[in-house]
């Protein structure tokens, strides 16, 4: 199974700040990367597919980046409704797998 | 716009059986790839497998093999997952979600299985 490693696992930051997320996969996964957005008790919302494709409806605040083993996703400025936790996903082959999740804090 | 709209809350006893299911709005059903996730209390998500399209193919996560069991109902556009012999580790909230690839592009509300005696 591909590993996939996130960094941070937490962070802390103010509202207006820039922030950025890694994910490292154990195997090169092409474009083949999503991030997600989870706030507490809620389902995840998709943000990113294809390492730096805005789903639908997202703002462009978000922005995503890399290809191989390597990829960032970015959050340009923090507003209070951001402060979630974040996860990358591949989706290059089966079974799918995931980061460990950045909680993004104040 | 899809939606995506799981069952309820579930309680099962050890060694019972669950079946959940997920309906999905829109034209997107024959399309879609749907897959099941779970996440336990605390913890991160976990991909449990997929059914295609047309619902005649699956593909579950090993250690899920034996005990997932994944089905389709074109003419309600409505994908179910059962688990069998659940045991406590399996509580959990399950997601179904869907996506035109592999990809997951929306979620379901998820549903929570609370397994214990």
């Known amino acids: 199974d591909i590993q996939m490693t996130q960094s941070p696992s937490s962070l802390s930051a103010s509202v207006g700040d820039r922030v950025t997320i890694t994910c490292r996969a154990s195997?090169?996964?092409?474009?083949?990367l999503a991030w997600f957005q989870q706030k507490p008790g809620r389902a995840p919302k998709s943000l990113i597919y294809a390492a730096s494709s805005l789903q639908s409806g997202v703002p462009s605040k978000f922005s995503g980046s890399g290809s191989g083993t390597d990829f960032s996703l970015t959050i340009s400025s923090l507003q209070p409704e951001d402060f979630a936790t974040y996860y990358c996903h591949h989706y290059n082959s089966f079974p799918l797998t995931f980061g460990g999740g950045t909680k993004v804090e104040i | 716009q899809v939606q995506l709209v799981q069952s309820g809350a579930e309680v099962r006893k050890p060694g019972a059986s669950v079946k959940v299911s997920c309906e999905a709005s829109g034209n997107t059903f024959t399309s879609y790839y749907m897959h099941w996730l779970r996440q336990a209390p605390g913890q991160g998500l976990e991909w449990m497998g997929v059914?295609?399209?047309?619902?005649?193919?699956?593909t579950s996560a090993q250690r899920f093999q034996g005990r997932v069991t994944m089905a389709s109902d074109t003419s309600t556009s409505t994908v179910y997952m059962e688990l069998s012999s659940l045991r406590s580790e399996d509580t959990a909230v399950y997601y179904c979600?869907?996506?035109?690839?592999?990809?997951?592009?929306?979620w379901g509300q998820g549903t929570l299985l609370t397994v214990s005696s």
């Open positions: 059914i295609s399209p047309s619902g005649g193919s699956t």
């Open positions: 195997e090169d996964i092409g474009n083949f």
């Open positions: 979600a869907g996506g035109y690839g592999y990809n997951i592009d929306h």
